[in-house]
């Protein structure tokens, strides 16, 4: 299967911890974007790269959230000092920029819970 | 900026009935617009995308969708449902032209409950 893999699928933390979640993108799609969906929620876009070059981050994305993606292929989205408002579904989506690829395609998501 | 309000957060029809779920969006720029759909603890898949061209589309699963410029609506139809097709229904929105961040913007969702 050569779609769009997230790790962990599920992580349970303490309010305080750090987090730290990985996305690998299609292998040949430049574009890669996270997105929150809290419960009952649509997702909402957190921030986007294209390649290496991080290049919009919403309001959503306070200062405790960083997002990489160092080589231009897997993306780390990082959630320092969590607080139970951070528990949602963290969704990751590749796409590539050539003709005729306008569709976002999606990871399973990470589930985060923090108690 | 763009938003999607998606009219109804729970749509209950029973099995070989038709529904629509209906989605209204608003921008100031040309758009494309997509329902994607999620079953229980999986991630989103797109169910059908309107670009440009013909304002109907479809999917493989028997949905189609029809692009209203006018009424700026985007409703999902199908005409005879099957218990497979229990979900949560998302509709999006994101810019039109290639370039710029086409991030999507989400409707709340519909949830799509079958009875047999």
């Known amino acids: 299967d050569t779609g769009v893999s997230q790790n962990p699928r599920h992580k349970i933390t303490k309010r305080g911890q750090n987090v730290t979640f990985r996305c690998d993108p299609i292998?040949?799609?430049?574009?890669l974007y996270w997105y929150r969906q809290t419960l009952g929620q649509g997702p909402e876009f957190l921030t986007y790269?294209?390649?290496?070059?991080?290049?919009?981050k919403s309001r959503l994305l306070s200062d405790r959230f960083s997002a990489e993606r160092p080589k231009g292929s897997f993306s780390t989205l990082e959630i320092q000092r969590t607080e139970q408002g951070d528990s949602a579904m963290y969704l990751c989506?590749?796409?590539?920029?050539?003709?005729?690829?306008?569709?976002?395609?999606f990871g399973p998501g990470t589930r985060l819970t923090v108690l | 900026a763009q938003s999607v309000t998606q009219l109804d957060s729970q749509v209950p029809v029973f099995e070989e009935a038709p529904v629509e779920l209906r989605c209204n969006y608003s921008s100031s720029v040309s758009v494309y617009l997509f329902w994607y759909v999620q079953y229980p603890n999986q991630g989103l898949q797109l169910l059908l995308k309107y670009l440009s061209g013909s304002t109907l589309v479809e999917s493989i699963n028997g949905f189609e969708a029809e692009f209203n410029k006018s009424q700026t609506s985007f409703h999902l139809r199908k005409p005879s449902v099957h218990i497979s097709d229990t979900a949560e229904y998302f509709c999006?929105?994101?810019?039109?032209?290639?370039?710029?961040?086409?991030?999507?913007?989400f409707g709340q969702g519909t949830r799509l409950t079958i009875n047999p």
């Open positions: 790269f294209q390649n290496e070059a991080q290049l919009e």
């Open positions: 292998s040949e799609h430049n574009r």
């Open positions: 989506a590749s796409k590539g920029t050539s003709g005729g690829t306008d569709t976002q395609y």
């Open positions: 999006a929105v994101s810019d039109g032209p290639i370039g710029g961040a086409q991030k999507l913007v």
